[in-house]
């Protein structure tokens, strides 16, 4: 009795301390994930704000941060990163592309009743200029921001700062960091182009959005759901964008 009872004590103490240990590994794989995510946004934001390249440059640069770097780090200190990412529910398709049909008419509508409040085609103009995109290039470009851009987003803000960090720390966590980050990523990219009240209401929108698309995406652990959804937004966008080009 007294020797079962030893090892019921020896055996408590392994697991107990084995759960320190694993809280300690995720708790500094957390810690990465979010350092990782600040320092590549911060990175961007530069490139966007100050250096502004070209745009396929920028392109380019935006590729190895928000898909490359995240893949290497993961690589170097062991972190699961893809492991579930290929996961797809192909009978939910159709009812992605009905939502993201939806989302292209709100938008649409949003613009339909505020276009005379609001003076678009200076936002247009002003968002031209930052982005370096006239007319002869405004396809190209819509089409890389509508398709290419937002896979990089989705995989970066939705599944590098949101379905991975939250297997090493709490969901409301990852909630309100990928979130966060998602808006004022953008509002340091699009700032200079919005007067303050657009500006308030863009970071309160995208903050929304960015909870809006952790949340699709949390039952099924992949981007699938807000990358459909991202893409017809920026299909609605790009419309918008191309009546005044």
């Known amino acids: 009795m007294v020797k079962m009872r030893h090892r019921q004590y020896k055996g408590s103490r392994f697991i107990f301390g084995r759960q320190i240990i694993l809280m300690a590994m995720n ?3 957390a810690s990465g994930i979010i350092v990782l995510v600040i320092i590549c946004c911060v990175f961007m934001a530069l490139i966007e704000t100050i250096i502004e390249p070209a745009y396929i440059v920028k392109s380019a640069l935006k590729v190895a941060v928000f898909l490359l770097l995240p893949l290497v780090y993961a690589k170097i200190t ?4 893809l492991d579930e990412f290929f996961k797809i529910d192909k009978r939910g398709m159709m009812k ?3 939502l993201g049909s939806f989302i292209y008419a709100v938008i649409l509508g949003a613009y339909t009743l505020t276009k005379n409040f609001f003076d678009y085609a200076s ?3 002003s968002l031209s200029a930052d982005q370096k995109v006239n007319s002869g290039s405004f396809i190209g470009v819509a089409l890389y921001i509508s398709f290419c851009n937002s896979f ?3 995989f970066f803000f939705r599944f590098v700062a949101f379905i991975r960090l939250s297997k090493y720390t709490a969901r409301k ?5 990928s979130s966060g980050m998602f808006a004022v990523y953008h509002i340091a990219m ?3 182009s919005f007067p303050p009240l657009m500006l308030l209401l863009a970071l309160i929108g995208l903050a929304i959005g960015g909870l809006l698309f952790d949340y699709v995406d949390s039952k099924n652990e992949n981007i ?6 991202h893409m017809f937004a920026d299909f609605a966008i790009m419309t918008i964008w191309y009546l005044y080009i």
């Open 96 to 98: 992605l592309f009905v």
């Open 123 to 125: 936002l247009v103009q």
């Open 78 to 81: 062991h972190t699961k990163l």
């Open 27 to 29: 708790k500094e794989k």
């Open 224 to 229: 699938y759901h807000s990358w459909v959804i």
């Open 190 to 192: 699009i700032g200079m």
């Open 173 to 177: 966590i990852a909630y309100i960091f």
């Open 152 to 154: 990089l987003e989705e």
